[in-house]
């Protein structure tokens, strides 16, 4: 098993920034890649951004490219998403996800193998 621990969510007034954390413990892996994702109240759970072992891979959800960026440290097992210029359409709960059982990031949260718990993201207009 794996235990995801996000931080970071708060409220923030548009055009402000926040940091989400994400520490990954417990099973050890290889590779594994890791991603974040949304889900808004009413709303399905949306992809937001994910990133390979090597950092070398970083994929986007349209809305949040050039005001997001996705980052990790595999030496502390952390994953951390800075986002930046934040509009109320990106109030939702954030989750930290962990796919362990393939090296290549992808957009869909079938393919993930653990969650952590979320953490809540609120922008006001």
């Known amino acids: 098993q794996v235990q995801l621990v996000e931080s970071g969510g708060g409220l923030v007034q548009a055009g402000g920034s926040l940091r989400l954390s994400c520490a990954a413990s417990g099973r050890t892996f290889n590779t594994y890649v890791m991603g974040w994702f949304r889900q808004a109240p009413g709303k399905e759970r949306e992809f937001v951004a994910a990133i390979s072992w090597s950092g070398s891979i970083l994929y986007y959800t349209g809305s949040v490219k050039g005001r997001f960026t996705i980052s990790r440290d595999n030496a502390k097992n952390t994953v951390a998403l800075q986002m930046n210029r934040l509009e109320p359409e990106d109030t939702a709960v954030y989750y930290c996800?962990?796919?362990?059982?393939?090296?290549?990031?992808?957009?869909?949260?079938?393919?993930?193998?653990?969650w952590g718990q979320g953490t809540q993201v609120t922008v006001s207009s």
């Open positions: 996800a962990f796919r362990g059982s393939s090296s290549r990031p992808t957009r869909t949260a079938e393919d993930y193998d653990y």
